[in-house]
């Protein structure tokens, strides 16, 4: 997994010049099989889904880590298994931030953080994640607004801003789309939205 290098197309006569990270992904499946119930076969988990998440491989990294939960309920592993599903829809949604799905989820992830291990520190970890990911999106709503301001369509724009403001209220961008739809209120009126406050 930290990039042992391999024989070239794994003839042993050729040098060792290149990882073989896919080789890695097997060999944690074998030891997680292999000792179901012991905690190595939890590491070989956690390790596996890290490695997933660094190819960006995100779903497939969430699936293992749903997997460790299942496998090692209340367990440490299981709470590390939160925090890095947390952390995987952060990445998701750098790379896709109008993926609401992502936010959905991970609103449930921090639920169900909160009904396994409601005394654990580590809950405010994952609130902090989700918190991120809703100020992705909203920026992304934003940003939207924005280009539609530029684009000449005010209706378009107000209505991205009113949905910013509407998703995620206390964000930090939320005063500039209040600020935006004050100055579009004209389009607002057309629109029978209620004015931010």
């Given at each position: 997994?930290?990039?042992?290098?391999?024989?070239?197309?794994?003839?042993?006569?050729?040098?060792?010049?290149?990882?073989?990270?896919?080789?890695?992904?097997?060999?944690?499946?074998?030891?997680?099989?292999?000792?179901?119930?012991?905690?190595i076969?939890?590491?070989?988990?956690?390790?596996?889904?890290?490695?997933?998440?660094?190819?960006?491989d995100?779903?497939?990294?969430?699936?293992?880590?749903?997997?460790t939960?299942?496998?090692?309920?209340?367990?440490?592993?299981?709470?590390?298994a939160?925090q890095?599903i947390?952390?995987?829809?952060?990445?998701?949604?750098?790379?896709?931030?109008?993926?609401?799905?992502a936010?959905?989820l991970?609103?449930?992830?921090l639920?169900?953080?909160?009904?396994?291990?409601p005394?654990?520190k580590e809950?405010a970890d994952?609130?902090?994640?989700?918190t991120?990911?809703?100020?992705?999106?909203?920026?992304?709503?934003?940003?939207?607004a924005?280009?539609f301001?530029?684009?000449?369509?005010?209706?378009?724009?107000?209505l991205?801003?009113?949905?910013?403001?509407?998703?995620?209220p206390?964000?930090?961008i939320?005063?500039?789309c209040?600020?935006?739809m004050?100055?579009?209120?004209a389009y607002?009126?057309?629109?029978?939205?209620d004015?931010?406050k």
């Open positions: 997994a930290d990039g042992a290098f391999c024989h070239l197309f794994g003839v042993e006569s050729l040098p060792r010049l290149q990882t073989d990270r896919k080789l890695a992904l097997e060999i944690f499946d074998e030891v997680a099989s292999a000792l179901p119930n012991h905690d076969a939890a590491s070989a988990l956690l390790r596996k889904a890290q490695l997933l998440k660094y190819q960006e995100f779903s497939g990294a969430i699936d293992v880590y749903q997997t939960i299942r496998r090692f309920p209340g367990s440490s592993f299981a709470l590390t939160y890095e947390a952390l995987c829809y952060v990445d998701e949604m750098r790379r896709q931030p109008h993926n609401v799905d936010m959905t991970a609103d449930i992830n639920k169900q953080i909160m009904k396994d291990f005394q654990a809950i994952v609130e902090a994640q989700v991120a990911i809703k100020e992705l999106y909203v920026n992304a709503l934003y940003e939207t924005q280009l301001e530029r684009m000449s369509q005010p209706k378009a724009a107000v991205y801003y009113h949905l910013a403001i509407t998703t995620f206390s964000s930090s939320a005063p500039q209040r600020d935006r004050k100055k579009l209120s607002t009126k057309i629109l029978h939205l004015q931010p």
